[in-house]
């Protein structure tokens, strides 16, 4: 509604993130918080799912930035703290010990936002309440399984690396009972790729496009199974749509003249 407060319509976004985060849909939980954070910066919420958002997008700059920044915030926020480990070691592994000197800016928290979320005085009851959060082993029970999907996650991307594409899909497969994750797909689509198994690899891009339908990793690889599949028309779009979002791409730009020609 026109008339909600800033606050109001940044806990709405966030929610709305949650529910992008939890399908999956990555792109979209980012671009919510994005707006939350406009609204009411240094929320502690918008700031853990965006940088979950940003971590399953393999963007682990930007995700250890937000969850340094709600360290900032709460020093006390278990997630943030594992989080700041997992980017740590990812990127360690990305760049080298240099890693650090690629980060974006991490922005200075006011002690204001710090003190948001305090525990209430005996003196102001009911001030500065802390958000409502699920029961704790509600929480514990999810937090375990997203953390079971990741790694199972990693194990795939370890046999990738291993050229055993057959046992990446199975710890994909794995995966993806516990967390239904765009880039897991994707990953898998490339495994069946090289498997030959190209209906399978089709249809694995196309869910994670569900998730997100701007993603340029499910684009491409769909259009390469689709060309093996012989539809080249399908194949086309998917390359076309691609380059909207991208329209400097090298590998797509090749695979479109090569599905012109066939």
């Known amino acids: 509604a026109g008339d909600a407060t800033a606050e109001e319509r940044s806990v709405l976004l966030a929610n709305r993130a949650a529910c992008y985060l939890k399908d999956g849909a990555c792109s979209l939980c980012v671009a919510d918080c994005t707006s939350a954070l406009e609204l009411v910066p240094f929320g502690i919420k918008p700031l853990l799912r965006r940088a979950a958002a940003y971590e399953a997008l393999e963007r682990y700059p930007l995700a250890y930035v937000d969850y340094k920044t709600a360290l900032q915030v709460d020093c006390s926020v278990q997630a943030a703290h594992d989080g700041v480990n997992r980017m740590t070691k990812a990127l360690l592994e990305k760049d080298g010990v240099n890693w650090r000197q690629k980060l974006p800016p991490i922005p200075t928290v006011p002690i204001s936002a710090q003190t948001r979320w305090s525990i209430p005085s005996a003196q102001a009851p009911g001030a500065n309440t802390p958000p409502a959060t699920a029961p704790q082993g509600e929480r514990d029970e999810t937090a375990a399984g997203m953390e079971r999907a990741r790694m199972?996650?990693?194990?795939?991307?370890?046999?990738?690396?291993?050229?055993?594409?057959?046992?990446?899909?199975?710890?994909?497969?794995?995966?993806?009972?516990?967390?239904?994750?765009?880039?897991?797909?994707t990953n898998r689509a490339l495994c069946y790729l090289a498997l030959k198994q190209y209906k399978e690899a089709a249809q694995d891009c196309t869910e994670a496009l569900k998730l997100d339908p701007n993603n340029v990793k499910a684009l491409y690889r769909r259009a390469q199974a689709l060309k093996e599949l012989k539809d080249y028309k399908s194949s086309i779009a998917d390359i076309k749509s691609l380059l909207k979002t991208e329209p400097k791409n090298t590998a797509a730009l090749r695979l479109l003249q090569e599905l012109n020609r066939a």
């Open 152 to 185: 199972l996650k990693e194990e795939g991307n370890e046999f990738v690396k291993k050229g055993n594409h057959k046992k990446a899909v199975e710890k994909y497969s794995e995966s993806l009972k516990l967390n239904k994750e765009c880039a897991t797909y």
